[in-house]
């Protein structure tokens, strides 16, 4: 019984769709507007956390900069202590003439390394951070140990780095907020039109209830119109996207430069999975809202 | 007077001092107190605005009655769970004065969709189907859509409709309504077949000659109480028979 209910669901939402194309149309570029704002605030952000990672990964590493005089048991004891920590990922000691090397090896230092005497650059503790958040701590940490430098203790910018905190907290809420208005923007627009779909068939829906269909009976064929109605909505906005996606990408770098914004084709499978699940769950929920009132025994 | 017939058989409806009063404030219906017997066709009678089409409703459940209590076949539609409405509603075959047919069904279709609500297999569906067409003598025409058929014809699909899943009583609002004189006459045969069958009738109507001809039970509804019930009544009490014959 089952089988047969969801057959009928299924053939009455097919023939339904395609009887009212004109508001069906309206309901699937509604909607594949919406996914395309939705798509687009997706793709952004994304393109925003890789550029984002990327400062992180740089910002979460400190130099601890360390005294001419301080022993070397000393260094590798500290060394010692900060492995062990749960918050560092990374330490690696480069001693006085690693970092003149390093110094050297740089392009940029070319002009200044031929005017060095000696060695003036200290060893330092190069450490690695798990948790942004987590360097200022390791900052002050570093700064007590009795081996550092007193004059330059660390490289540590704790501005910069509470600066892209917040940046990057802001970014996050004002995606979750566009995508929150956007979903309901997009089911209020679904709730309508599949309202107008029911009132066009509001007397075979009374026909329905009189000749005693369940409300699950009248409300499928109308949920699985939404659903198929959002697919179809969802997979036009994913084509447009990805059409649009590596061209946008490449526009934008050449525009912007310093942002270095990448194109990551491994994303519009899960651009495709969140569309298109999206794309359903809004058809179903806005038809399950619209129909309602109609259905009801 | 309001006079409750003594019948022997058990009754299939029973109205007992059944109130309904819309939000509005309009009363429609007051202490209307019936009870209709298996295998019983009454006639409901009065002049618009009387309480028939709300009596009806509260029949099929559309309505819920401001007092009182409505049993059908021993079950109190009032306290009825909205879930159990389907159910209900299975038992009752109802035939409307505007036909209620869907445009885009074929008549098959339409007479097929009151058992395809009930998840009723294609097999079942087929042979029952072309029964309810063959007893309403539709049968041949049903590939045919409804804004091809007579008002006559449209309203034997309906009657197939109401009939097709073997329902115990049959509702009919107004069902000769939009018919010409000799349409609505082959209506009420049918509806006669049906109640010799041995389904319940109850039939709300206007039709003054039909009533009279066939004298069968009457119930008068007038603002909205039973003014009158006679076993073998006319649509008037203190009118004399019509002159006009059944062709």
Redesign the interface.
């Given at each position: 019984m089952i089988y047969r209910n969801l057959k009928f669901a299924l053939n009455s939402a097919w023939q339904s769709f395609w009887r009212n194309l004109a508001v069906s149309m309206a309901a699937v570029v509604s909607i594949t507007l919406i996914l395309i704002l939705a798509g687009v605030n997706l793709l952004v952000g994304h393109a925003f956390s890789q550029v984002i990672d990327g400062f992180r990964a740089k910002v979460s590493e400190i130099s601890i900069n360390v005294a001419d005089d301080t022993p070397l048991s000393t260094v590798y004891e500290f060394q010692q202590q900060l492995s062990t920590d749960p918050r560092v990922t990374h330490v690696r000691f480069v001693t006085k003439e690693q970092a003149l090397a390093q110094f050297k090896a740089d392009p940029s230092n070319v002009v200044l390394a031929q005017q060095i005497d000696g060695n003036p650059l200290d060893a330092k503790l190069e450490v690695r951070v798990a948790n942004l958040s987590d360097v200022a701590a390791i900052d002050t940490l570093a700064r007590r140990w009795p081996g550092v430098d007193p004059t330059d203790p660390t490289n540590y910018q704790g501005d910069f780095v509470n600066r892209m905190l917040e940046l990057s907290s802001w970014l996050g809420l004002a995606g979750v907020g566009l995508l929150a208005i956007l979903v309901v923007v997009s089911i209020v627009i679904v709730m309508n039109t599949i309202r107008t779909a029911v009132y066009h068939r509001r007397k075979e829906i009374e026909v329905m209830k009189l000749v005693g269909a369940t409300e699950w009976f009248v409300r499928g064929p109308f949920v699985i119109e939404g659903v198929m109605t959002g697919l179809i909505a969802a997979a036009f906005a994913l084509a447009l996207l990805v059409i649009a996606y590596q061209p946008a990408v490449d526009r934008f770098r050449s525009d912007i430069a310093f942002i270095p914004l990448s194109y990551d084709p491994s994303f519009v499978v899960s651009l495709a999975r969140d569309l298109l699940v999206g794309g359903a769950l809004l058809g179903a929920l806005g038809s399950y809202i619209g129909v309602r009132r109609y259905v009801k025994l | 007077m309001v006079l409750t017939p003594d019948f022997d058989t058990r009754p299939v409806i029973s109205f007992q001092h059944v109130w309904k009063t819309y939000p509005t404030g309009t009363e429609a219906l007051r202490d209307v107190n019936l009870v209709v017997p298996e295998g019983d066709f009454v006639f409901l009678v009065g002049p618009s605005g009387a309480g028939k089409s709300t009596l009806v409703r509260l029949l099929?459940r559309e309505e819920k009655p401001s007092k009182g209590k409505i049993f059908v076949e021993g079950v109190e539609l009032g306290r009825m769970k909205?879930?159990q409405?389907?159910?209900?509603?299975?038992k009752v075959g109802?035939v409307f004065q505007d036909f209620?047919?869907?445009p885009?069904l074929t008549i098959y279709e339409n007479v097929a969709?009151?058992l395809?609500?009930?998840?009723?297999?294609e097999t079942k569906i087929h042979a029952r189907v072309g029964e309810a067409l063959d007893t309403v003598g539709l049968t041949g025409k049903d590939q045919t859509y409804p804004a091809n058929l007579s008002g006559g014809e449209q309203q034997r699909v309906a009657i197939a409709?109401a009939l097709v899943?073997a329902p115990r009583f049959i509702i009919a609002d107004e069902p000769t309504g939009n018919l010409d004189p000799a349409t609505a006459w082959e209506i009420m045969q049918l509806f006669l077949r049906i109640n010799a069958r041995g389904a319940t009738v109850v039939m709300a109507t206007h039709n003054r000659e039909i009533v009279d001809l066939l004298r069968r039970r009457v119930v008068a509804i007038d603002a909205g109480q039973v003014a009158r019930d006679d076993r073998s009544g006319r649509y008037h009490d203190d009118l004399p028979k019509p002159q006009i014959r059944a062709q």
């Open positions: - | 099929i909205r879930r409405l389907p159910h209900y509603r299975r109802l209620k047919l869907l885009n969709f009151a395809r609500v009930h998840g009723e297999d409709r899943h």
